[in-house]
């Protein structure tokens, strides 16, 4: 049984640019929330999405939107980059209305 | 404002004795609550959760508290084995309209179990 995958594992990019993270949710799920997560920190959410939208957004800005597709999987995209997007990205998928998130293992994600 | 707080950032333990890792949260609309395990490069991997209508739960060598009173709770693991050694973090959740859940963490606790 396949668990969370993320695409890229590791990304470099430079200030500006935009950036498209890709995650598959385990098998049986329907639900995909993304997180960022700094050096130090907790992961912060930044959106969940269920039936091809977007239901939830947490505090970030409109430079983050994602997409979802009918089989589940879901994109993340950055637009014009800042140095403090440097991150690991991560993906987690669940069942509609359940709190059991399960996590990929992240996109390190680096802007210089 | 974190909602969600940690405040040990790391907690050694000898092995075979009992870990305690502890969590406070400020938000009373938190109704739903997770630990986490988190070794370098993964992500993090689910380990146990309770209802805000439980004061206790149970699993295996794992045990979470709720003190909802005081907006508190612990996770025990008893015995502690070298593999626990990790960051763990603490996630809270509340029932919103709708069937979205988001999850707000604390910042972790780093939990090394000495041989």
């Known amino acids: 049984d396949a668990g969370v995958t993320q695409s890229p594992t590791h990304l470099i990019k430079t200030r500006g640019q935009q950036v498209t993270l890709r995650c598959s949710p385990k098998?049986?799920?329907?639900?995909v929330s993304w997180y960022q997560q700094a050096l130090g920190q907790g992961p912060q959410f930044i959106f969940q999405?269920?039936?091809?939208?977007?239901?939830q957004r947490g505090n970030f800005p409109d430079r983050f939107s994602g997409h979802q597709f009918p089989n589940y999987s879901s994109e993340l995209n950055v637009n014009a980059l800042l140095l403090g997007d440097s991150a690991l990205y991560l993906c987690?998928?669940?069942?509609?209305?359940?709190?059991?998130?399960?996590f990929g293992p992240g996109t390190r994600l680096t802007v210089t | 404002d974190q909602q969600v707080k940690q405040n040990s950032p790391s907690l050694s333990v000898q092995e075979g004795r009992i870990s305690i890792l502890n969590c406070d949260y400020t938000n009373s609309m938190f109704d739903y609550f997770l630990w986490y395990k988190k070794y370098p490069a993964e992500g993090p991997t689910f380990l146990i959760s309770?209802?805000?209508?439980?004061d206790k739960n149970e699993d295996g060598r794992f045990t979470v508290f709720l003190n909802k009173s005081a907006k508190h709770l612990s996770l025990h693991i008893v015995p502690s084995q070298p593999g626990d050694s990790a960051v763990y973090f603490c996630?809270?959740?509340?029932?919103?309209?709708?069937?979205?859940?988001?999850?707000?963490f604390g910042s972790g606790t780093q939990l090394t179990v000495l041989p």
């Open positions: 996630a809270a959740s509340a029932t919103t309209s709708g069937s979205a859940r988001q999850l707000t």
């Open positions: 999405y269920y039936e091809e939208e977007e239901r």
């Open positions: 098998s049986g799920h329907d639900t």
């Open positions: 309770i209802s805000s209508i439980k």
């Open positions: 987690a998928s669940s069942l509609r209305g359940l709190n059991e998130q399960y």
